[in-house]
């Protein structure tokens, strides 16, 4: 059984795969405290669903794009195998994920959005370095959320460190919603010469911030 907070279908708001329609698994819990969370009601409650039932809601949809996300999605093991599941199913995959559990047991076919916690989200101790050695340049995107120059220079660094712009499909920068004026990140972006991209939260412009299940 997996614990799930929520499955809709929506459009998706992040990532290359922006403005795509998309049907998304949101599995509850999630062992960080993000200090800007935009997720905080996965923490606690939910569902429990079968891993059939979870797929008879994604068929349902009829949406060939399934994001699996959470709260952290991969904190529940079961996670593992409702992913080779949808794999299975010919369906495109996409795994968001904190970070701070291994990706080394997600199936190959998935894509890998991998959030790397900065250092004003007060979880950057608890980044598993090791998930950055996985990407693979053809289908995993990695993700900096920036609340201030403090963490895009965190953020330069480690794409330098890692040498994420030949590693990964996309560098994804996402301003920390209200956090960031997004002039000044874009300033910083092309003021870098990095080969990043930068990402609003479309849901929320089209929903507003605080809407649920969108
Ligand atoms: S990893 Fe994601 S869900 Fe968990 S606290 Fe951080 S932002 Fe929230």
């Known amino acids: 059984m997996l614990r799930v907070t929520e499955i809709f279908h929506s459009i998706q708001g992040e990532s290359t795969h922006a403005g795509r329609p998309c049907t998304f698994v949101r599995l509850t819990g999630c062992p960080m405290r993000c200090t800007w969370c935009d997720s905080e009601y996965t923490f606690t409650g939910g569902d429990h669903f079968?891993?059939?039932?979870?797929?008879?809601k994604v068929r349902d949809f009829g949406c060939r794009l399934v994001e699996v996300t959470g709260g952290e999605p991969?904190?529940?093991?079961?996670?593992?195998?409702?992913?080779?599941?949808?794999?299975?199913?010919?369906?495109?995959?996409?795994?968001?994920?904190?970070?701070?559990?291994?990706?080394?047991?997600v199936d190959e076919r998935a894509k890998i959005i991998l959030d790397v916690k900065c250092p004003a989200s007060g979880e950057a101790d608890r980044n598993d370095w090791s998930n950055l050695e996985c990407l693979r340049a053809d289908q995993d995107e990695v993700k900096f959320v920036i609340a201030g120059a403090?963490?895009?220079?965190?953020?330069?660094?480690?794409?330098?460190?890692?040498?994420?712009?030949?590693?990964?499909?996309?560098?994804?920068?996402?301003?920390?919603?209200?956090?960031?004026?997004?002039?000044?990140?874009?300033r910083w972006i092309t003021e870098s010469g990095l080969n990043v991209r930068m990402q609003l939260q479309l849901h929320k412009y089209i929903w507003g911030p605080d809407v649920r299940g969108v």
């Open 50 to 56: 079968t891993n059939e039932q979870i797929m008879q």
């Open 74 to 105: 991969l904190a529940q093991r079961e996670a593992f195998e409702l992913i080779r599941q949808l794999c299975d199913e010919e369906y495109e995959v996409l795994i968001e994920t904190g970070g701070y559990v291994s990706t080394t047991n």
């Open 150 to 186: 403090s963490d895009w220079e965190f953020a330069k660094k480690t794409i330098a460190q890692y040498e994420l712009e030949t590693r990964a499909k996309a560098i994804l920068i996402s301003p920390a919603w209200g956090l960031v004026d997004l002039q000044d990140l874009a």
